[in-house]
């Protein structure tokens, strides 16, 4: 929620509604198509009495429809009903909001229902009469000028262009950041979005198409707009294109869904342009202690057409076995089937089933991770309909045969063991 206060614009997430709410009522709809909309951008604050935000949603999108012509009864009544509850209030007491403070907003809110019950006044509202003009290609290559700050290295800042602010003349280019157009689309028909690969680490020159689709790290950054303006303020520079072939980017990138939030709040995909003054210093560069996060060793591997070596692919069925220090009981057992592509790896393991078992422990987990050469790195996730489990990950050493591989197990709440696998029918 962020920070608070009396008034109906006080809180951090009423400012930020504020913005989706103008950014949604500029498409072409009826005013329970953009309600609608906006709900899908919050479903919580929308959907659940309980979202510290509930009330203020609703309180917020019936007073900036009121102000902009927009008939909604469906808006306008769920705020009604707030304020004559006392939904609202009830709320922000909850929250810690002293008496005299409750008093004001209370006045507040009784002038918004004074505002709220008043006929609608129909108003002209400016509409987008056709698409957004899609302005970058997928594939598209393209390069920017950074400034190195501390551990990062930060593009231009779009918004600030041409304002005489100290930390906007601070801002001097030394290097040169890089992005890929991974995906791009048009929300509802109408706003244009893009979701872009950005290079790792920023180069000391101005880099060529050469330079660029040599193996480096990758990262798949967050989705969101872009406009004219930016475009040109960011200083972009296309430089050439790649064929990516749709199938690959979604094994290294699965579950990637239709960016809404960044979309309908028009979040400039310059965000994601920051990157790292080197190129990372481990072969697991894109992992965590529990996720695997989005990220690439060279454009080849999503490039359509391009040949991917098989040389010590981890693919296939496997079998194995898993131990817990200072456990008397004996290792279980567990089958897994992998692909591995390009050293990305991803699959399914299922356990067998022992006498210590305790009702319902689940036995079937994903994993996915790295393999880099000899060693490989596994997160292994329970599949729980119900509950949560730790991730658990498995670091590991691959034989020269590539028939085995051993390691250690471990769980950030410190338990930790030793595992090993082998090719089925080996």
């Not at 009396?6 to 198509?33: E, T």
């Not at 290295?153 to 991974?182: F, H, M, Q, S, T």
Request: hydrophobic share 40%; proline share 6%; aromatic share 8%.
């Amino acid at each position: 929620m962020g920070a608070w206060g009396i008034g109906l614009y006080s809180s951090d997430f009423a400012m930020d509604l504020r913005g989706c709410v103008n950014a949604v009522v500029r498409l072409p709809f009826n005013p329970d198509r953009l309600l609608e909309i906006i709900c899908q951008s919050e479903p919580s604050s929308a959907n659940d009495a309980t979202d510290p935000d509930h009330t203020v949603f609703w309180l917020v999108v019936a007073d900036l429809f009121a102000k902009k012509g927009i008939d909604c009864p469906k808006a306008r009544d769920r705020a009604l009903a707030i304020i004559a509850d006392r939904a609202d209030l009830a709320t922000m007491a909850f929250l810690g909001m002293d008496e005299r403070s409750l008093s004001k907003r209370s006045a507040m809110l009784e002038n918004l229902r004074a505002d709220l019950t008043k006929p609608v006044t129909d108003k002209p509202r400016a509409v987008l009469k056709a698409p957004q003009k899609l302005l970058l290609e997928v594939g598209e290559i393209l390069t920017y000028p950074v400034c190195q700050k501390s551990q990062s290295c930060e593009p231009i800042n779009p918004y600030a262009v041409g304002k005489e602010w100290a930390w906007v003349k601070a801002w001097k280019r030394d290097g040169w950041g890089a992005l890929v157009v991974a995906e791009r689309g048009l929300l509802f028909d109408f706003l244009a979005w893009y979701r872009p690969l950005v290079a790792y680490a920023a180069l000391q020159t101005e880099p060529t198409l050469a330079e660029l689709v040599v193996p480096r790290a990758w990262r798949l950054r967050q989705a969101g707009t872009m406009t004219a303006r930016h475009y040109t303020n960011l200083q972009l520079k296309s430089v050439g294109r790649i064929d990516i072939d749709r199938t690959r980017l979604d094994y290294f990138f699965p579950d990637q869904r239709v960016p809404f939030g960044p979309v309908v709040g028009d979040i400039s995909i310059c965000g994601s342009f920051t990157c790292h003054p080197q190129e990372p210093d481990t072969e697991f560069w894109d992992m965590t202690g529990e996720t695997i996060e989005p990220g690439l060793r060279g454009l080849a591997d999503i490039g359509a057409g391009a040949e991917i070596s098989d040389n010590g692919s981890l693919s296939g069925p496997w079998r194995g076995e898993y131990s817990e220090d200072n456990d008397a009981n004996p290792p279980r057992s567990f089958t897994a089937s992998l692909k591995d592509v390009a050293g990305l790896v991803r699959g399914k393991i299922d356990e067998m089933a022992t006498e210590t078992d305790k009702p319902g422990r689940p036995l079937e987990a994903i994993v996915d991770g790295r393999r880099a050469q000899r060693a490989v790195r596994l997160i292994k996730r329970y599949v729980n309909t119900t509950k949560r489990y730790i991730p658990i990950l498995y670091d590991g050493e691959i034989s020269e045969s590539g028939i085995r591989i051993e390691g250690r197990w471990s769980m950030r709440t410190g338990r930790a063991g030793r595992f090993v696998m082998s090719r089925a029918g080996t």
